[in-house]
């Protein structure tokens, strides 16, 4: 059974960093048809991909946020983590930890639930 | 970068068949998913590869991709499947997902 769950905090300060565990199971990250992306959805708004990390440790990052994020993993513990320096207001929004599957194309066929981040002084 | 365009919202009443669209530069030679996003809940894909459902999906859920038009159709449209869609296609010039606005239907 398939399983991502977000942890991280639910309150955040303007201008401090924000740290989110995604701890997976019934999957491994290192599979190479497997990766794991975050993607955030702003209260009553779209969804929005920020960023991914594949079995080799490739990265990538959402043009527009790319120099406040960083997404790493480590494959023993089952875990990515996502960083966004520097937050606002703006970055209030739930963030889901996603599996991404490939096979010619992506698509996401796993979702965490997603936490409700909120950014407030 | 590629951009998608979905209706804001589509009205339909039960039983009826709704159509949601995802409107993109030659959408048709890239491979098109749906997710269907009920109030609160996280996404779950229900179409993939255009028009491929994963398992446990109704059937009542089918896609088709063509020119510069992704469409997903449902049929028999029932109150439960009130909720937002969302396509998504990989945009393979900037290595990364790309994901329509959303759709919100509404069941009359």
């Known amino acids: 059974q398939v399983t991502l769950k977000e942890s991280g905090p639910v309150l955040v300060k303007p201008t401090e960093t924000l740290t989110l565990t995604c701890t997976v199971s019934g999957f491994s990250l290192s599979n190479a048809r497997m990766s794991v992306s975050w993607i955030r959805q702003p209260p009553g708004k779209a969804l929005e991909w920020l960023a991914h990390?594949?079995?080799?440790?490739?990265?990538s990052y959402s043009t527009s946020l790319k120099n406040r994020l960083t997404i790493s993993k480590d494959t023993s513990k089952s875990q990515v983590v996502l960083t966004l320096n520097n937050v606002d207001p703006v970055d209030t929004a739930t963030y889901f930890c996603v599996r991404m599957i490939s096979g010619g194309s992506y698509s996401f066929d796993y979702w965490g639930q997603g936490t409700l981040v909120t950014v407030s002084s | 970068s590629y951009v998608l365009t979905q209706p804001p919202s589509v009205s339909v009443a039960p039983g009826e068949t709704a159509s949601v669209t995802c409107g993109g530069n030659n959408v048709g030679s890239k491979s098109v998913h749906w997710y269907q996003q009920r109030p609160g809940q996280a996404p779950v894909l229900i179409i993939y590869y255009d028009s491929d459902r994963p398992s446990g999906i109704s059937e009542r859920f089918s896609g088709s991709n063509s020119g510069n038009t992704a469409t997903l159709t449902i049929s028999r449209v029932e109150a439960g499947d009130e909720a937002d869609y969302y396509c998504q296609v990989w945009d393979s010039s900037n290595h990364h997902p790309v994901f329509g606005g959303g759709t919100q239907l509404t069941v009359l």
């Open positions: 990390v594949f079995s080799n440790d490739l990265k």
